[in-house]
């Protein structure tokens, strides 16, 4: 399996990025087919064709817009679309992820709630199949880590369904914000927007390192093709590669990582202590982050539970499912909330013990923290009949080489 790099230059946008994918070698029909499964067929004609940017050849993306009554999407028209196209699930969650985090984005700089955000420009149908073609083509390539370099924003003016704005827009600000992205700029920076809302929100949600690898070949490469002009290359490359370098090593730039994430809470009186447990179980196994739930007193003296679930952001509509259907509550509080996370990936390690799995973390400063599974350390404790103590003395004692299950996430 191999990395994949990504090289603005001198910045990112949609369209480059599913025009280099294309001239790497994706197949069409791998990026035609999510938006045929999305019911999107016949709004839109797809064209790649061989173009030139300052006499360096690429592939330049034309979308024309078939559709005979198109309208203005809303996040959760769109929304809506993803969650009920017939996708398998990982490439599902990383539409989901760059939608959400544009609808996010867009309903700051409003003020208005991201369900109602009218995308204009990203709901368009090109934007649709930019942004739903470059995951198709990550998702088939299935590289074991993607790199990119710092994109460029550019400056000056340019006109949008909302007027003339200033570069970079509102929502590459705020994208830029929300996932702390780092950019290069200079005094003379270029007049015209160099990186557009839909390449920042795919390189956001797509990127697992915002630096090249210290080490590494190219096996082979695509060129996308802009269609502004400038008096030097107007290009993205994407670079499959082999890295040489030790993940283990590496100090991210996005260590620790902010990410958005939603939670939920209800307070329950009228369920059993049995109900409760059931149902916090439940909110567990569909994939929530964490849920803590304690007694409290609740009116006419009632015991009731109060319940909180935090959770991937992209699965609050499920979530909010999830308690009406399997707890008697008839309201759920929620709110959007940021966190600051560190890098952490799972493994294992070899022991005195064996090979056990461990989960290492990634401080700032670039040192490694390792801790055994908890499941682990009773498994041990009841085989060997030791206390829970001398198994982790044991563990960080003897621990040797360590193989990651993961990437740093």
């Known amino acids: ?3 994949i790099l990504i090289e603005c230059s001198p910045g990112i946008s949609g369209d480059m990025l599913l025009g280099a994918f294309y001239d790497l070698g994706v197949p069409k029909k791998v990026i035609e087919q999510p ?4 019911g999107l067929k016949g709004l839109y004609h797809l064209e790649f064709r061989e173009s030139k940017s300052c006499s360096i050849r690429g592939i330049k993306v034309k979308v024309d817009n078939i559709d005979s009554n198109p309208i203005k999407r809303t996040w959760r028209n769109i929304k809506e679309v993803i969650l009920n196209g017939n996708l398998e699930d990982k490439l599902k969650k990383i539409i989901y992820e760059v ?3 544009l609808a996010i984005a867009e309903g700051k700089v409003h003020g208005i709630e991201s369900d109602d955000v009218h995308f204009h420009e990203i709901g368009a149908i090109d934007s649709l199949v930019d942004i739903i073609g470059v995951c198709a083509a990550l998702n088939y390539l299935n590289p074991k880590k993607i790199y990119c370099n710092e994109p460029m924003l550019g400056k000056g003016f340019i006109q949008t369904e909302h007027g003339k704005l200033s570069v970079p827009t509102p929502a590459v600000i705020e994208l830029i914000r929300q996932k702390n992205i780092k950019v290069l700029s200079s005094l003379d920076s270029i007049e015209g927007e160099l990186s557009t809302p839909t390449g920042i929100a795919l390189l956001s949600n797509s990127v ?19 269609n502004l002009k400038f008096p030097f290359p107007n290009l993205v490359r994407v670079y499959k590669i082999t890295s040489f370098e030790d993940s283990s090593s590496i100090n991210s730039q996005n260590n ?6 939603s939670v939920q809470e209800a307070w329950i009186d009228d369920q059993t202590p049995e109900d409760i447990s059931n149902f916090v179980e439940k909110l567990r196994i569909e994939g929530a982050y964490d849920v803590s739930y304690q007694a409290i007193n609740m009116k006419k003296n009632r015991i009731g539970f109060s319940i909180q679930a935090i959770l991937p952001i992209e699965k ?12 008697n509550t008839i309201g759920v509080r929620e709110r959007t909330q940021s966190r600051w996370a560190l890098l952490r990936r799972r493994g294992e390690c070899s022991t005195t013990f064996g090979n056990i799995k461990v989960k290492q973390c990634l401080k700032p400063d670039g040192s490694i923290t390792m801790k055994p599974e908890n499941d682990e350390v009773l498994r041990l404790k009841i085989e060997h009949k030791i206390s829970t103590e001398e198994i982790r003395r044991i563990i960080k ?8 299950f993961e990437n740093w996430k």
């Open 208 to 226: 697992d390192y915002l630096h090249p690898p210290s080490k590494y070949s190219i096996n082979c490469y695509g060129v996308g093709i802009g």
């Open 1 to 3: 399996m191999e990395d």
């Open 316 to 327: 609050k509509e499920l979530f909010r499912r999830l308690w009406f259907d399997y707890s």
């Open 397 to 404: 004692e003897s621990s040797k080489k360590f193989q990651a």
């Open 99 to 101: 939608f959400e985090s």
């Open 35 to 38: 938006l045929i499964d999305l």
């Open 256 to 261: 620790p990582k902010c990410e958005e994430i």
